[in-house]
């Protein structure tokens, strides 16, 4: 079985003109503020995370349905990933919570920025 690893063609290569860090901070960025954006709203617009209103809201109609879906089944591969990723060490595990707390799409790309920077315990 092979290990996944970061080749260092990947840390130097270039993506529409940025660097593979530069690009996944600002996914991460823009992963973390436009779905807030929309949670915010719906928080005051009297939403709940409580699991009865979140998951009625979730599973409203069946776009609503296939998106959540979507994105659960995404974040659950993606912490296994994580979990298979020993060469990352034991700091790996701050993606988690992360992804079921704030959101998949700020903790997917901010943990591969965290992989490919030193101190990471990324594969060099």
């Given at each position: 079985m092979t290990r996944f690893s970061y080749t260092p063609a990947i840390r130097s290569a270039n993506f529409a003109g940025m660097k593979p860090r530069h690009l996944l901070a600002a996914i991460a960025v823009v992963g973390l503020l436009l779905p807030w954006f929309y949670n915010l709203q719906y928080f005051a617009h009297g939403g709940s995370v409580l699991?009865?209103?979140?998951?009625?809201h979730a599973f409203a109609n069946p776009l609503a349905t296939a998106i959540t879906f979507d994105v659960y089944l995404a974040a659950i591969a993606f912490s296994?990933?994580?979990?298979?990723?020993?060469?990352a060490g034991g700091l790996r595990w701050w993606a988690i919570p992360l992804t079921f707390l704030v959101g998949l799409s700020f903790a997917l790309p901010g943990y591969l920025w965290w992989r490919l920077?030193?101190?990471a315990g990324a594969v060099r």
């Open positions: 699991p009865g209103v979140f998951f009625q296994v990933g994580v979990g298979m990723d020993r060469a920077g030193r101190g």
